[in-house]
């Protein structure tokens, strides 16, 4: 596997719902130790240089605040369910302390679910203050991340929103449709002997791939109309600034132009591994950095997958219950999993207050890892935990 060390912290180790569950008065839920508290799972790994969040569910907010974090080069996707997509207006603070759009990676189905979900960050022009995404579409072949490609300076203009400011001080608007919020990550090309060699595979065109149509959120024929403060430094063609007819093609949008196939070098930059999985029946993805695999909400993991899992030092798993679960492992699955990957430790999230108090769990994982004779340290995971 290509890369150095990684370092993932827990933000996140809680099942859906999180832990404590509103309302409940079991055991768990009622218990003092802070690693019962359990936010909805979540993950920031330090990377060759870059900060990834993995998953920005519900509790995004919190878990950047706890941390004190300003500025992410990326934000993974492992599937489009609410406890880890729930969270990605918040990153709207990010936009402006950050002064980035958002980095986000994930599936095509994942990005068309987005779409529908969070139809005012994809209508244009956009309301002022709506967050600022740049969406990258992975699938599960390795893929690159680059340290700049968040190079453009998102710039808040009061009452009108955000701009971009290119190099010669002109601001234009970030998206004029989204063709210029999406396009496909770089592929690594897994033969490359040295690890440092990228090829570039690009997109069909996002409505293609499926039979279902993308919802009607492409609005190219609204004009954007220059506010007069912006006179200055906006463009000065008539052509630009006419009606929505003469917008429609014209080659303003800035984020093509550093995100575009065509302009990214072929070669640097951070590989990334994701691990398809299947969540019932949901196809899902984990990640892995150098020698850590972060794995949530799968049920199942194809054959073709493990050979991406050899040589471990760190696995999570989610681990929902006890008794098998149609999306999540069972604890005796988790088990068997870690025997058979085999990485140095094992740590289990998404956990849910099924489970016991933490730290009767961990003595309990001892017993059965010892007692089944299995080749890994598993233990559960809490929120704050760092491994590297
Ligand atoms: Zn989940
Ligand atoms: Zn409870």
């Known amino acids: 596997m290509t890369g150095g060390r990684a370092r993932l912290t827990f933000l996140g180790t809680g099942t859906s719902q ?69 969270g990605l207006d918040d990153v709207r603070s990010l936009n402006y302390v950050d002064r980035r759009a958002a980095e986000i990676y994930c599936e095509r189905s994942v990005l068309e679910d987005l779409i529908r979900e969070y139809p005012y960050v994809f209508k244009f022009p956009k309301y002022p203050g709506a967050p600022e995404w740049m969406l990258h579409v992975i699938d599960e072949r390795p893929f690159i991340i680059r340290k700049d490609s968040s190079d453009k300076e998102l710039v808040w203009v009061h009452d009108v929103g955000y701009h971009y400011r290119l190099p010669d001080g002109q601001l234009i608007p970030t998206a004029r449709s989204l063709d210029d919020m999406i396009d496909e990550a770089p592929k690594a090309v897994a033969a490359s002997s040295d690890g440092s060699t990228a090829s570039l595979r690009s997109a069909p065109p996002l409505a293609s791939l499926r039979s279902a149509p993308v919802p009607p959120l492409t609005v190219p024929r609204v004009a954007w109309v220059e506010p007069a403060r912006l006179a200055a430094t906006a463009p000065s063609s008539d052509s630009e600034r006419s009606d929505a007819g003469s917008l429609r093609g014209t080659p303003l949008s800035p984020p093509r132009g550093r995100r575009g196939v065509d302009s990214v070098p072929v070669s640097g930059g951070t590989i990334v591994t994701p691990i398809r999985g299947l969540h019932d029946k949901l196809p ?19 054959e073709s997958e493990f050979a991406k899992l050899e040589g471990l030092k760190h696995l999570t798993l989610n681990t929902v219950s006890y008794k098998p679960h149609h999306s999540h492992f069972s604890l005796d699955e988790t088990l068997a999993l870690a025997d058979r990957i085999r990485p140095q430790f094992t740590w289990l999230t998404h956990l849910s207050h099924s489970f016991p108090v933490h730290e009767q769990f961990s003595q309990e994982l001892k017993r059965l890892c010892a007692e089944r004779n299995i080749h890994s340290v598993v233990q559960p995971a809490y929120d704050g935990l760092v491994i590297e």
């Open 18 to 86: 999180g832990v404590p569950i509103i309302g409940c008065k079991c055991e768990v839920c009622r218990s003092k130790d802070e690693r019962d508290k359990r936010f909805r799972a979540s993950a920031l790994v330090e990377y060759e240089g870059l900060t990834i969040l993995v998953d920005a569910g519900p509790d995004f907010r919190m878990q950047m605040l706890r941390l004190g974090i300003s500025h992410l080069d990326a934000i993974l996707l492992t599937h489009n369910h609410k406890d880890h997509t729930g």
């Open 284 to 302: 899902v993805l984990g990640f892995r950095f150098g020698d850590i695999a972060y794995i949530t909400d799968m049920s199942s993991i194809p």
